[in-house]
């Protein structure tokens, strides 16, 4: 895979027509990438078979509708566009969080602690690594920077897309790092507000907003303080670590389920993040797999972190495509180790530049694939000083 990996525009002012062509632009993949993640919910998650998933799926709807009427617009629209149901969409987008979703769900109660965490720890403790991410946020010498690894089943790797969602009115403009079919999962939008993302395994999972509307809902923000507090009034349905920054401010908050701690803040100083909690009430709701590197890379990232001191996006690139301690390396490549092509790796990474609106973004493994440079047009964030 050696093509550029330069965004693709959606001007569309409209949520709906956006939406809608971006279905149509990648009906294939769409259809395909729902049906494995789909397929990898039925296998990980606790759901008796497809319809049940689908009911689980299709209750995200009408949260969604309330918590943001152009994001489910567009949601809904992807899913005209692409010709599949608006759950299969909710899967495809949501699906790290579905698996934490109890089928009880359906029943219309919410029981207070919907699995009971010795039942979800035996269904997980022995699952795959469920993917992760590693995320830093660093002040740099003179811009402060903010980046991640994605990780996932590496099935997912074809799907990766940058996309640049600029309407021909207003003066809006985001750049976010995503899947076919997906919203959004990392990105920065042209006020100069990123926001990265560290899944977690929660135990107290329920029906909550697509997190990827979150994410986009949240880079409309004024602000990063506003975008945590959006965040902290939003309904979830299963845990993250987000790392919120605006080149003046940031925050780091884990949530699982149902609760949400700010554990970070600081801009002056550099903050990592894999996949564990770090605040001791969250880490009684979690259930971190058996097989996941996130403690590991936690350490690797620390590690490389205070050797290699990097002040800038260009470093930041060269620290979080390490292969130190390969396959289980910050650059994962647990599916090579074990021949399971659904098993965890890092399918990409963007890391923005907070003071020059420029994003380095690139498909792969970041020792062979090359990175590639995106300016925001409509940059009027922090400066360099
Ligand atoms: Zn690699």
Redesign the pocket.
């Known amino acids: 895979m050696t093509d550029s990996f330069a965004p693709f525009l959606f001007d569309q002012d409209d949520p709906a027509s956006r939406g809608e062509a971006h279905g149509e632009q990648w009906r294939a993949e769409i259809r395909e990438l729902a049906e494995i993640r789909a397929a990898l919910a039925l296998k990980k998650g606790s759901f008796t078979d497809r319809a049940q998933l689908d009911a689980v799926a299709r209750l995200h709807l009408p949260l969604l509708d309330n918590f943001s009427a152009p994001l489910s617009a567009e949601l809904r629209g992807i899913a005209r566009g692409a010709d599949v149901a608006p759950e299969a969409v909710v899967i495809l987008n949501h699906y790290t969080d579905l698996r934490d979703v109890p089928p009880s769900v359906l029943e219309g109660t919410c029981p207070e602690d919907p699995v009971a965490e010795d039942t979800f720890r035996a269904l997980n403790l022995n699952a795959d690594d469920p993917g992760g991410c590693t995320a830093v946020y660093l002040p740099g010498r003179d811009a402060p920077v903010l980046g991640q690894t994605w990780d996932m089943h590496g099935t997912a790797e074809p799907f990766v897309r940058a996309i640049r969602i600029k309407p021909r009115s207003g003066d809006d403009e985001f750049v976010c790092f995503t899947l076919t079919g997906c919203l959004g999962m990392t990105g920065v939008s042209a006020r100069g507000l990123a926001v990265t993302i560290n899944n977690l395994t929660s135990t107290d999972g329920q029906v909550g907003v697509v997190w990827p509307a979150l994410v986009r809902a949240m880079l409309a923000c004024a602000s990063a303080r506003e975008a945590r507090d959006l965040l902290l009034r939003t309904r979830l349905s299963s845990g993250h670590h987000y790392m919120i920054a605006d080149g003046r401010e940031f925050y780091g908050v884990e949530t699982s389920g149902k609760l949400k701690v700010v554990t970070q803040t600081g801009a002056r100083a550099a903050h990592l993040h894999t996949n564990h909690c770090f605040d001791p009430v969250l880490r009684r709701h979690e259930a971190v797999p058996k097989a996941s590197t996130s403690f590991r890379r936690m350490e690797l990232a620390t590690t490389l972190y205070v050797q290699q001191r990097p002040q800038d996006a260009r470093a930041l690139w060269t620290m979080l ?1 390490s ?1 130190d301690g390969y396959p289980r390396s910050v ?1 994962s ?1 647990i599916d090579d180790a074990g021949g399971d092509p659904s098993a965890s790796k ?1 399918c990409g990474r963007m890391i923005v530049d907070l003071t020059r609106g420029e994003v380095l973004v690139g498909r792969g ?3 062979t694939e090359p990175f590639t440079v995106v300016k925001l047009d409509r940059w009027r964030g922090a400066n360099v000083p």
């Open positions: 495509s292969h650059c490549h890092t493994c970041g020792q």
